[in-house]
């Protein structure tokens, strides 16, 4: 949610001007909560997933991951769009992971 919320201020407001304090204290909301989800996940990794097989499950689940950014940030580079279409992106990603 905190990751949409630079969407939501930007076309609410009528100029297009974001305000900066909400856009930063939102990626700050966002940042502490992934702060807080990887080690928790690496946590549970440790328990749930042997150490002989650990490498070769996180890397099979990384390469999709990694195709994911990849197709994100050529699509964002190749058209000469905003920050809003990277945010918009990211929120429709965090959405499909749900």
Not at 9 to 23: Q, R
Not at 37 to 57: E, G, K, N, Q, W
Request: aromatic share 12%; charged share 10%; hydrophobic share 50%.
């Amino acid at each position: 949610m905190s990751l949409s919320s630079p969407i939501l201020i930007s076309f609410g407001s009528k100029s297009g001007l974001t305000n900066e304090f909400l856009v930063f204290s939102s990626f700050s909301i966002y940042e502490c909560t992934c702060g807080i989800y990887y080690p928790s996940i690496a946590l549970l990794r440790t328990r749930f997933i042997s150490d002989s097989m650990r490498a070769t499950v996180m890397n099979i689940f990384r390469v999709p991951l990694n195709l994911v950014v990849v197709m994100t940030l050529l699509t964002i580079t190749n058209q000469n769009t905003s920050n809003n279409y990277a945010f918009v992106v990211a929120v429709i990603m965090l959405i499909l992971g749900v």
